[in-house]
């Protein structure tokens, strides 16, 4: 496992590298958002909600400049706007189309350049072509709801936010029609900052740039501005590949303590977990605690294996339990303030994750079990040309076992590394045996010190 635990620490070394912005209390954190509204966007701003809560901002400003994108994304980007227990701005600088107009809705104060525009936010294919009549319907109804609530939840007019994405929605405030049926809403920075009855259509002001918007908004504290990282880009591909890296960790450490001799397994595992917590920690999921937790589960089954596997399974239920718990902690969705223990709504897709995983797991262990001593990988690996076939003492009847006459103080050959558990020879019988917890190389002298039902535990006759 030498190697194994290596890799494990080098990669997750390689976490420090995703830097951190130094965010002091009180300053106002401004988040660019650019370019089309996608997975790895969702990832990002997540990110950027967590670390301005966590340091105690006093504000966040999303500085906008988007077309629009994909409609599911926006929404989990929407429903981490609603959830931020600061006050959020978005300052379009320049576009909030589509999607963009969806986020800006999600957000407290809306504040728009002199020329900038915001709306349009009609669901269409992602080849740009209509909805058909039926789903268009569907989904129009969906998305209208959504964006109502969300404009009513930050204090907007939820007719202006509704009338983005419904042509049929007409906007009046009083008696004046501020917008017709017939048409999607679109407005300019002067339309939208038009006062109607002592208030603002949407728009709060128009302000030439963050630090504009920072003053007029009466915001106090330095500006700090958070950047998207290099790995943020693929962090989204790591979480989605969640189910896929959980197997490759627990069939890796299976085969790393099957097969003697190999390393190679192991290294794999390692770098599945690894990745898995990289993922999900640039995702703004996971932070260090998780990694601790998953350490010491791993610890704690490393010393049922290699000082307790004849005496006691605490230690091993215990440290199993830690790992599930920190795998299955990692991938929930909590923003600081939330109650500690999850929801059945956050709990949903980290338990299906695990179930994937662990299902998968026992399948494809089954498997390996029945094929892959026949394999001549393993052959090579486990040593089994230099250990001649013989009974198995616990693979046989109890009745089997008994006539072997295995009794403490006989003496054998390790057929095999005992690490801590191999193979030995006994006259004329290759038996399963294991250690109290040492190692021992192949073809040393070994004694039996003690037969527990099925089981036979041996040390080096040279320790005696």
């Not at 290099?230 to 590949?241: D, M, N, P, V």
């Not at 020879?425 to 917890?437: K, W």
Request: charged share 15%; aromatic share 8%.
């Amino acid at each position: 496992m030498t190697v194994a635990v290596a890799a494990a620490i080098f990669i997750a070394t390689a976490i420090t590298a995703h830097a951190g912005e130094t965010i002091h209390k009180g300053d106002v954190v401004v988040v660019p958002l650019r370019g089309e509204v996608a997975p790895s966007l969702l990832a990002f701003l997540r990110r950027s909600v967590k670390t301005a809560e966590s340091n105690e901002a006093s504000a966040i400003i999303f500085d906008m400049n988007t077309y629009g994108g994909r409609l599911d994304t926006a929404t989990d980007i929407v429903n981490a706007l609603n959830q931020a227990k600061i006050p959020t701005y978005t300052f379009i600088n320049t576009n909030a189309g589509s999607a963009g107009a969806l986020i800006a809705m999600a957000t407290q104060h809306i504040y728009m350049a002199p020329v900038s525009a915001i709306g349009a936010a009609a669901p269409i294919l992602s080849t740009g072509e209509d909805l058909p009549a039926t789903a268009k319907e569907k989904t129009i109804s969906y998305w209208s709801a959504l964006i109502r609530g969300s404009a009513t939840r930050n204090g907007h007019n939820p007719d202006v936010a509704e009338a983005f994405m419904n042509k049929d929605k007409e906007v009046k405030i009083g008696d004046r029609i501020v917008h017709p049926k017939g048409t999607v809403l679109t407005l300019n920075a002067q339309e939208a900052a038009e006062r109607i009855n002592g208030k603002p259509l949407l728009a709060e002001g128009v302000v030439d740039s963050v630090s504009d918007l920072i003053k007029k908004a009466g915001l106090k504290g330095n500006e700090v501005k958070i950047e998207p990282t290099g790995f943020e880009q693929i962090a989204f591909w790591i979480t989605a590949l969640a189910p896929l890296l959980l197997l490759g960790g627990i069939l890796g450490a299976y085969l790393e303590f099957k097969i003697p001799g190999v390393t190679w397994p192991g290294v794999i595992s390692a770098i599945c977990f690894a990745l898995f917590f990289l993922g999900h920690y640039l995702a703004g999921l996971a932070g260090w605690e998780v990694v601790a937790l998953f350490i010491l589960g791993m610890v704690l089954v490393l010393m049922e294996i290699l000082f307790f596997a004849h005496s006691t399974i605490v230690f091993g239920v215990v440290g199993v339990f830690l790992m599930l718990a920190s795998l299955l902690w990692t991938m929930i969705d909590r923003y600081p303030g939330q109650n500690f223990f999850p929801t059945g709504k956050m709990l949903a897709m980290p338990l299906l994750n695990m179930f994937i995983a662990i299902v998968g797991s026992f399948i494809v262990i089954a498997l390996l079990a029945r094929y892959l001593p026949r394999t001549s990988i393993y052959r090579r690996f486990a040593l089994m040309d230099s250990s001649p076939p013989g009974p198995s003492l616990a693979g046989v009847p109890r009745q089997f076992a008994t006539a072997l006459a295995l009794t403490p103080g006989m003496q054998g050959t390790a057929v095999t590394v005992l690490r801590p558990s191999g193979k030995a020879r006994f006259a004329d019988h290759v038996v399963d045996v294991i250690t109290e917890g040492e190692f021992i190389a192949s073809q040393t002298p070994v004694t039996v010190i003690q037969t527990d039902g099925m089981r036979v535990v041996v040390k080096s006759a040279a320790q005696l």
